[in-house]
């Protein structure tokens, strides 16, 4: 079934080759549920949004998921080779459009609005965006291809005339500003040194060791407060429903890497028995401020899962809820306050799995330079059971792989969790998609069973 064209939010696209966004996946564009006001994701956005008000900053949303790859990739400074620019990881509309992979997307433009804005609004400094964001990826409960993000910077005015010669008067404004910034008493492990050389580089043409301790020590201090309001309500939930002791919190900063940031970091909580990433941020490079009109700014940014988030706050289980529309799950909450989710009746899973070869010249992860053969990505399998089982599906995993000895032919082995969150399904329902698998896996992916 070959579709010349895509229709997204009342705009049409002419799709090619690259195409791999599903009408599965397009069913989920327009929802908005960051705007339905009891919704646990809204209730998340407004309790993260408070931690950063205006007049400094303006709380934004963007409804249309379409971006351009320019948007998405090249001007944060993706590399041609990066994996997130695949087919395999991200939903193509055509070569040159894709459903954004996260808010970054959207840096740009709000730079250039804030600098637009500058006369009417001078206070405003800053933004926070949240958006529904889009990536082929794993099925389990913890991972959906839409979920939503929410971005946040804040810039600091240079001197408009060598800036770096005169970096410390511009530390100086971010250190009096971090001081408005109230101290909390939680221990943060934050053991690496601000700037590292190779790990984690200063931007060394554009920015003074001062000015990025100081862009460091406001972004770190901002961030931990925020998931200092929302673990304390999260502990406040759990304690008041099973009246259990509040977990004490537990939080560290670990280096990390962005295209568009330099030095980068990403936040950790640590939640009943691990440590679990909450955001990636860090210094902006400042060859995106310079092509985005705010040449002489200079600033922080970051981004979080806004799922993982509400998941810890509400105690949902599976983040295939968030969408689901029953009322069971639907007015179990309410605006404003953070209630601990009441599983409804539990219902039975039932698993099959399905075992193949894959064909000669496919490798897996690899590209089909040599042999000519279709490459074989997981994720590939995914989208296909996605494709039919939508939100029946619980989990898919791989469950055996090996390689046979004389003939060199490679056999995976997946599992696929039927269950649906609503219903007990019935075994002829469950028989009739596993069979639909089955065979389109053997037309769309050309493996052989076994
Ligand atoms: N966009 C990044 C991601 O999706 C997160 C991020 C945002 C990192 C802003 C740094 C600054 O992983």
Redesign the pocket.
Same mark, same amino acid.
């Given at each position: 079934q070959t579709k010349s064209n895509l229709k997204i939010e009342d705009e049409t696209y002419p799709t090619d080759q690259w195409t791999n966004t599903t009408d599965q996946i397009l069913s989920h564009v327009g929802r908005r549920l960051y705007l339905d006001e009891n919704h646990p994701l809204a209730i998340t956005r407004k309790l993260i949004e408070s931690q950063f008000p205006a007049p400094v900053f303006g709380n934004h949303f963007e409804k249309n998921p379409v971006v351009t790859t320019r948007q998405n990739f090249d001007v944060l400074g993706f590399p041609q080779d990066h994996p997130g620019r695949s087919r395999t990881d991200t939903y193509y509309v055509n070569d040159k459009t894709v459903l954004r992979?996260?808010?970054?997307a959207h840096?740009q433009a709000y730079f250039q609005q804030l600098n637009r804005n500058e006369k009417t609004r001078p206070e405003e400094v800053g933004y926070t965006v949240i958006a529904d964001?889009y990536r082929r990826d794993a099925i389990d409960r913890s991972h959906y291809p839409v979920f939503h993000?929410m971005?946040g +910077?804040m810039l600091w005015k240079r001197p408009d005339n060598n800036p770096l010669a005169q970096s410390a008067e511009t530390a100086a404004k971010i250190r009096a500003d971090l001081e408005l910034i109230p101290a909390h008493d939680v221990v943060v492990e934050d053991p690496n040194p601000t700037i590292h050389a190779q790990r984690n580089p200063l931007q060394a043409e554009h920015h003074s060791e001062e000015e990025v301790e100081a862009i460091g020590a406001h972004l770190k201090r901002s961030l931990e407060r925020m998931v200092i309001k929302i673990f304390t309500e999260a502990n406040k939930a759990a304690a008041s429903s099973g009246g259990e002791e509040p977990e004490p919190l537990k939080v560290r900063w670990v280096e990390a890497y962005?295209p568009?940031?330099s030095p980068?970091w990403e936040l950790e909580v640590f939640w009943q028995g691990d440590w679990l990433e909450i955001?990636?941020?860090?210094v902006i490079k400042q060859d995106l401020l310079i092509n985005s009109d705010v040449p002489n700014r200079v600033g922080w +940014?970051?981004?979080l899962g806004i799922e993982r988030i509400a998941m810890l706050l509400f105690n949902i289980p599976d983040i295939r809820l968030f969408w689901s529309r029953d009322e069971r799950f639907r007015s179990q909450f309410r605006a404003g306050t953070i209630t601990r989710f009441e599983p409804f009746s539990k219902h039975p899973a039932c698993y099959k799995d399905v075992a193949f070869w894959l064909p000669p010249a496919a490798v897996t992860g690899g590209s089909s330079a040599a042999g000519g053969g279709v490459p074989f990505h997981e994720n590939d399998v995914m989208e296909l059971v996605r494709g039919i089982g939508a939100d029946l599906v619980e989990d898919v995993s791989c469950i055996d792989e090996f390689t046979h000895p004389k003939t060199g032919r490679k056999s995976m082995c997946y599992r696929i969790n039927y269950r649906s969150l609503e219903r007990t399904l019935t075994n002829e329902e469950t028989n009739g998609m596993h069979e639909k698998v089955r065979s389109k896996l053997v037309e769309d992916l050309g493996v052989e069973l076994r």
């Open positions: 992979t996260h808010t970054s840096q964001v993000q971005e +910077a962005f568009f940031t980068s955001l990636g941020c860090g +940014a970051f981004g």
